[in-house]
């Protein structure tokens, strides 16, 4: 699966509405024989990452786990997922034998709405944004669209078939019955109180949600780097004031609160997957002092680094 500046496949947010593509996979009950972890060979995990546009993930068998917002859900058969534009996620300990990923531009949400004046755009809401993710029932209101999706949606295998060949267009019907889907399955979500639509401050064009996912993108990709609010800014063409409140309006968190999750969050994999020494991590991610790496790091974390470390 391609992520971040273009839709899973290759296709063009600036093209197409909407990608839906299903997902399957078989995992063996037993492991290979020259294997020597039981669990680790066939579980796969998808990086941390952003993009321009939503998504909405339906675990239909199998299970993994989701981490978003400062936040770690487990998936389970029927478990539905919603990220904003720009929402910084990733996957782990990826079990699922099938999913269908739904994929589609803040340009399909306008068009939905085009009476309306303002910048248009969904939220989570109510169970949704409480509990970060829902679980679809077959006698909820979302599960024929569900079903629906799941019948239309081209099928790739990721064990045997190539998943970054392109699926740049679908065929003209295909793509209609997509969309009359996609728009069922966001009313009944609407109409569930686990979506809003509200007009937002923020600019959701394109051009510019994809100035701000390659600054995300950097930051993600490289925390030891530091890069000041000011550099930030101008990465994204915006004025220092501008910035923060449009930061913290697309992130739910400060900018400076967003860099030390993620150094927070690369300094726990150097504790568990490394040998390098509270010193040599917190030198290494560019904290200053081992006081202020001690607590920066319990404040995300609620432990210090050593404690963190005996504890796994």
């Known amino acids: 699966m391609l992520y971040q500046e273009t839709y899973q496949a290759g296709g063009d947010p600036a093209k197409m509405n909407l990608?839906?593509?299903?997902?399957?996979?078989e995992i063996p009950s037993t492991p290979p024989p020259d294997s020597t972890d039981n669990m680790q060979y066939h579980v796969s995990a998808f990086p941390m990452h952003c993009h321009s546009f939503y998504e909405m993930n339906y675990t239909a068998d199998g299970s993994a786990e989701a981490e978003f917002g400062n936040r770690l859900i487990t998936l389970h058969p029927g478990t539905l997922t919603f990220y904003t534009p720009l929402t910084v996620h990733r996957n782990q300990k990826d079990l699922r034998t099938r999913q269908i990923v739904l994929q589609f531009s803040p340009r399909f949400?306008?068009?939905l709405f085009s009476s309306r004046t303002g910048n248009a755009a969904l939220f989570p809401a109510g169970a949704l944004m409480a509990c970060g993710s829902v679980t679809v029932r077959e006698d909820s209101s979302l599960y024929p669209a569900i079903g629906q999706l799941l019948d239309l949606s081209p099928c790739l295998n990721t064990e045997t078939d190539d998943v970054s060949r392109p699926i740049l267009s679908f065929p003209p019907l295909l793509e209609i019955r997509l969309c009359a889907a996609l728009t069922a399955l966001l009313s009944s979500m609407m109409q569930e109180g686990m979506l809003r639509l509200s007009d937002t401050n923020v600019d959701f064009h394109a051009h510019s949600l994809m100035k701000m996912q390659a600054l995300l993108s950097r930051l993600i990709s490289a925390p030891e780097k530091k890069l000041s609010m000011e550099e930030a800014a101008a990465m994204?063409?915006?004025?220092y004031s501008n910035f923060c409140r449009t930061f913290q309006s697309i992130v739910g968190m400060s900018y400076v609160d967003f860099c030390n999750s993620v150094r927070v969050r690369r300094a726990k994999e150097l504790l568990l997957h490394t040998n390098l020494s509270v010193t040599e991590i917190?030198?290494?991610?560019?904290f200053g002092s081992i006081s202020y790496f001690n607590r920066i790091f319990k404040k995300y974390s609620g432990s210090t680094p050593l404690a963190y470390r005996a504890a796994r």
């Open 19 to 25: 990608s839906s593509v299903t997902y399957v996979r």
């Open 109 to 111: 949400v306008q068009q």
């Open 236 to 239: 994204v063409n915006m004025s």
């Open 282 to 286: 917190s030198a290494r991610l560019n």
